[in-house]
């Protein structure tokens, strides 16, 4: 997110990573660690992820990879572009180095609030995709079809291009932006926890029914596999675990309350702000089946070759 969500700025980062270094040296070297490890797991979970669908067409014609890809696609950029640059502030205010040589100009700062957007909003897509599929399921393959989840995704990029334009503005009061950032992240949260209840809900009574009906006709207890719906829900709890600390620090800091805790909070908050990045393409390959199953296929083939 612009500047109240990771703050993109290398002094603004190096200055908050030192609180945390006056504050505990110990809590400083675990940063350090964690943020070298998040554009490893980014990097390479979404590119893999992104070969294997554009890889095999049986993938590519099915319209939630379309909204997987993207999600991938945007990770894979902050893997690349967001995440080593706030390893780089952590690890040079540990050693006692200061940050100013990798200060970012307004364009970076405009990408990189970019990503961190267009990632938040594509699941968000995405969660809304399996809300469809669970209370529509007769008609869910007429609502998305390929084309409309090529709208999906340009709309998600769309408005994560132009929501951080207010930041640029000189004029634009900076509370305003602040608040309007809380309003938005506060909202495509609530529509994702309000999709996944009802996905819950909906998917738990469908499968008392089949579970019921099943046992009937073998006359024994069934085991059904839900993993769509528990993918969205390990997506989600990557979401609130991410997204949350961050907000809450956010509104703390905007309205001066428990500043100085917000102050040490915040460059974690951040870190996991970036986590959720690292963590969606994990997820994505440990519950899916079916992309797991191609990508075993194309391990095994690259094995051979």
């Not at 006359?219 to 675990?241: E, H, W, Y």
């Not at 974690?268 to 899916?288: D, E, G, H, K, Q």
Request: glycine share 4%; proline share 4%; with cysteine.
């Amino acid at each position: 997110m612009a500047n109240t969500a990771p703050s993109l700025d290398g002094d603004t980062l190096g200055s908050r990573w030192q609180n945390v270094r006056e504050f505990s040296f110990l809590l400083s070297v675990i940063g350090a660690v964690f943020t070298t490890i998040l554009p490893i797991l980014s990097i390479g979970g979404s590119s893999l992820l992104l070969i294997v669908i554009t890889k095999y067409s049986q993938l590519r014609r099915v319209p939630s990879n379309l909204l997987l890809a993207s999600l991938a696609v945007a990770d894979l950029l902050i893997g690349l572009l967001v995440q080593p640059l706030h390893g780089v502030a952590c690890v040079c205010t540990l050693i006692g180095k200061k940050c100013s040589s990798i200060s970012l100009s307004n364009v970076h700062f405009y990408v990189g609030s970019l990503l961190t957007y267009s990632s938040c909003l594509n699941i968000a897509v995405i969660t809304i995709d399996r809300y469809i599929c669970i209370v529509e399921s007769l008609r869910y393959h007429a609502i998305m079809t390929k084309a409309r989840a090529i709208q999906a995704i340009i709309i998600s990029w769309a408005i994560s291009a132009v929501l951080p334009a207010t930041r640029l503005i000189p004029s634009y009061p900076l509370t305003l932006i602040k608040v309007s950032q809380i309003i938005l992240m506060s909202a495509v949260l609530s529509v994702i926890i309000f999709c996944y209840i009802k996905i819950s809900s909906i998917s738990w009574r469908h499968k008392k029914n089949i579970c019921c009906q099943m046992q009937v006709v073998t006359r024994g207890p069934v085991r059904q596999d839900f993993k769509s719906v528990n993918t969205v829900f390990l997506v989600v709890g990557a979401v609130i675990l991410s997204y949350v600390p961050l907000l809450a620090v956010q509104v703390c800091l905007t309205f001066n309350v428990m500043k100085y805790q917000a102050k040490i909070l915040h460059p974690f908050a951040v870190t996991f702000y970036l986590l959720n990045s690292s963590l969606n393409p994990l997820i994505i390959f440990f519950r899916s089946r079916k992309i797991h199953r191609y990508l075993s296929r194309l391990l095994k083939r690259d094995a051979e070759t």
